[in-house]
C-alpha cells in the first residue's frame, strides 16, 4: 500500500511502506516528517523556511517566482510538496543521515538529526536560529547549530519567533513523563517570551541560554507563539511572554515581569496545553482507577 499525501490540489505519492509520521505548520509553510526519516516541505519561502536553497534552477515545476505579490522583493515560493536535501548529507562512516524530529515557528524550522545534529533554516532576525549574534537574519538551506551538537536534546518546540530545547540529564524522566534536565531557548525576549529573566537578555538573544525560569523542573510540555505556557511535574504551570489579551490565563492583561503560575490550576489535575497568536487551551486530564485518562474540562 502507497501513502498519498495531498498539498492543496496536488498529490505527492510516498515510497512503498514510508508513511507520514508528524506534520508541523508555520505561519504560510508546512513540513511533513516521514517514517523513514525523510523531509519534504511547501509553502511560503521567503525566509527560507521551508529549507530549499534560494538559488536561480530549481525545477520550475515546484518553483513559482511570485513577482505579482504586493512584496518590495520577490520572493521564491514552493507551491509544491518537495524534499528536502538536507536529508541527502552524508556522515563519515555512518552514510545518509536521516532527521529525526521537526519543530516549525512562525517563519523558522528546526531539524533533529540522528547523530546528534540540530539544523535550522528560515528567518532569523530574532536570532530564533540559534546561530550566534554574527548569523544572517535568513538562511536558506540548512544551518548547523553547532553550540547544540551533542546535548541530548529530548525535543525541539518553537513559537512564533523562539526555539525551545529540552535536554535531559543522567537521571532520564520524572515520575509523570516529564523531561529531568535544563531548558535551552533563544530567539525573541523583549516581552520574556522565552523564560529567560536575566539581566541583559531582554530582546535578541541569539545563542542557546538556559530558560532560568525552568532550571530545577521537570518540564512535560510546552507549548509558545508570541507567549509561553509550560506545564511541568506536580502540576505546575509556569507563562510568561505576551499578555495583552489575557491568552496566559491570568485574570487580567498585565504586562509579565517574571514567571506566573495561573491560580486557577487544581494541585490533583496533570494538564496539557496548547496555545495561540492570542489564546490558550488548557486540558484537564484525571486518572482513573483503571490507568486510563478521563479529559474532564477544556479551559481556555
Not at 15 to 20: A, E, H, M, R, Y
Not at 75 to 96: Q, Y
Request: proline letters at 5%; hydrophobic letters at 35%; charged letters at 25%.
Amino acid at each position: 500500500t502507497r501513502a498519498r499525501l495531498m498539498a492543496h490540489t496536488e498529490e505527492y505519492m510516498l515510497k512503498p511502506g514510508v508513511f507520514v509520521k508528524r506534520i508541523c505548520c508555520g505561519f504560510d509553510h508546512t513540513m511533513v516528517l516521514m517514517t523513514d526519516g525523510t523531509v519534504i516541505g511547501w509553502g511560503n519561502n521567503r525566509y527560507g523556511q521551508v529549507g530549499t536553497p534560494k538559488i536561480d534552477g530549481l525545477d520550475p515545476e515546484y518553483v513559482l517566482r511570485m513577482s505579482t505579490l504586493p512584496d518590495e522583493d520577490p520572493h521564491l515560493t514552493e507551491l509544491k510538496p518537495k524534499m528536502l536535501p538536507l536529508v541527502l548529507i552524508d556522515h563519515p562512516g555512518r552514510g545518509k543521515v536521516r532527521v529525526k524530529y521537526i519543530a516549525t515557528g512562525g517563519n523558522h524550522t528546526m531539524f533533529g538529526l540522528e547523530d546528534g545534529r540540530l539544523m535550522a533554516c528560515g528567518r532569523n532576525d530574532w536570532g530564533q536560529l540559534g546561530l550566534g549574534p554574527n548569523a544572517p537574519a535568513s538562511v536558506h538551506g540548512v544551518a548547523d547549530v553547532m553550540s547544540m551538537f551533542k546535548q541530548e536534546i529530548r525535543e525541539v518546540v518553537c513559537g512564533a519567533s523562539t526555539t525551545f530545547c529540552i535536554l535531559h540529564d543522567q537521571s532520564g524522566y520524572g515520575v509523570e513523563g516529564g523531561h529531568v534536565g535544563e531548558v535551552l531557548a533563544f530567539g525573541r525576549n523583549d516581552l520574556r517570551q522565552l523564560g529567560i529573566f536575566t539581566k541583559g537578555t531582554k530582546g535578541k538573544v541569539s545563542d542557546p541560554t538556559q530558560v532560568d525560569a525552568l532550571k530545577n523542573k521537570s518540564v512535560i510540555t510546552i507549548s509558545a507563539n508570541e507567549h509561553t505556557v509550560v506545564v511541568c511535574e506536580n502540576s505546575e504551570v509556569f507563562c510568561f511572554g505576551l499578555n495583552e489579551s489575557g491568552q496566559m490565563g491570568l485574570g487580567d492583561r498585565r504586562k509579565i515581569e517574571k514567571p506566573e503560575k495561573p491560580e486557577w490550576n487544581k494541585q490533583d489535575t496533570r494538564l496539557n496545553v496548547t496555545v495561540g497568536a492570542f489564546h490558550s487551551l488548557y486540558l484537564h486530564k484525571l486518572p482513573t482507577a483503571s490507568g486510563h485518562t478521563l479529559y474532564e474540562d477544556c479551559l481556555y
